[in-house]
């Protein structure tokens, strides 16, 4: 189906692009919040692959800092989607007033909402 996937690979067949696969993560998903950033996981089964999308809401004042803010999300999700579970659905939301933030302080965000959704899946797990 996929052929070969590169192991740090973001291709689009792991993208959320269905209006209907976002609202999904969005409402049926488990919140992870850190200041400026949601995670929103939803642990689904209908299919073998984990997706990953990115929501930024309003604020953000140039295509400049929606891109750079989106780079930052797409790279950590590179890095980390071994970290979710296989088959499920996950949203970052990021408002607009992350843009000020340095692009590892958007990663240390990214970590403490990841943390809060490991810990709880612990909880759940146990």
Do not use: W
Request: aromatic share 8%; with cysteine.
């Amino acid at each position: 189906m996929l052929g070969k996937m590169k192991e740090y690979g973001f291709p689009k067949a792991i993208r959320i692009k269905s209006y209907q696969d976002l609202v999904g993560a969005r409402r049926f998903g488990q919140h992870h919040e850190a200041d400026n950033m949601t995670l929103s996981v939803n642990s689904r089964s209908e299919n073998d692959l984990t997706k990953f999308g990115i929501n930024l809401l309003r604020g953000f004042k140039t295509a400049v800092e929606r891109n750079r803010v989106k780079r930052v999300i797409r790279e950590f999700f590179r890095h980390k989607k071994s970290d979710f579970p296989t088959g499920s659905l996950v949203l970052a939301t990021a408002a607009g007033n992350i843009s000020r933030l340095s692009n590892s302080e958007i990663r240390c965000e990214l970590e403490s909402a990841l943390a809060s959704y490991k810990s709880n899946a612990d909880k759940t797990n146990s």
